[in-house]
């Protein structure tokens, strides 16, 4: 049976992942920022992250998306992820997100150090998507995340903790 995205609903498993790029931003005390996805009536933060767009290096992505998410592109990458991480969104999600044409996200990621001041994030973007930010502790990360990306999220700690 198809659903109104033109997609059949036994056939979520099926869609490909959407390549992208997400951003463990450090501040100068190596707090880790995370928003509040304005979006989303899941109770849960989450790093900024992004699609790559046609043509794009995952590291070029990376710092568009951090200007587009927090409003300033102040930063220097110092790592970027061996391996591409993935995750699926819920079922419910997936006809409202991207069209309906990818089942979750593949992700390059990149360890940025925030070379701004606080007052240099601004989440009131052109096209907001978080409406609450804080920095955390590596050891806070985990226990806010939107569960669905909780695995992913492990699995980035894991390999940037050693680098700091």
């Known amino acids: 049976m ?10 979520i498993a099926e869609l490909p992942f959407r390549p992208g790029v997400g951003m463990m931003i450090l501040d100068k005390h190596n707090r880790i920022f995370v928003g509040k996805r304005i ?3 899941l109770n849960g933060w989450q790093m900024p992250q992004g699609g790559i767009d046609l043509g794009e290096t995952p590291s070029a992505a990376a710092l568009r998306e951090m200007e587009e998410e927090i409003g300033c592109n102040k930063g220097n990458i110092i790592a970027e ?18 069209g309906g044409k990818f089942c979750g996200q593949k992700q ?3 360890l940025i150090r925030f070379t701004g001041e606080d007052s240099d994030i601004d ?3 052109k096209c907001p998507e978080f409406d609450q930010w804080k920095w955390v502790h590596f050891d806070e990360l985990l226990k806010d ?9 492990k ?6 903790k050693d680098i700091l």
Not at 145 to 153: A, G, Q, R, V
């Open 108 to 110: 390059k990621w990149f």
């Open 123 to 125: 989440i009131n973007t």
């Open 39 to 41: 979006d989303s009536k």
């Open 155 to 160: 699995q980035v700690v894991k390999e940037f």
């Open 81 to 98: 992820s061996k391996n591409w991480y993935s995750y699926r969104v819920p079922n419910f999600l997936v006809p409202k997100l991207w």
């Open 2 to 11: 198809e659903n109104k995205f033109g997609h059949h609903k036994n056939n």
């Open 145 to 153: 995340i939107i569960p669905f990306k909780l695995k992913l999220y």
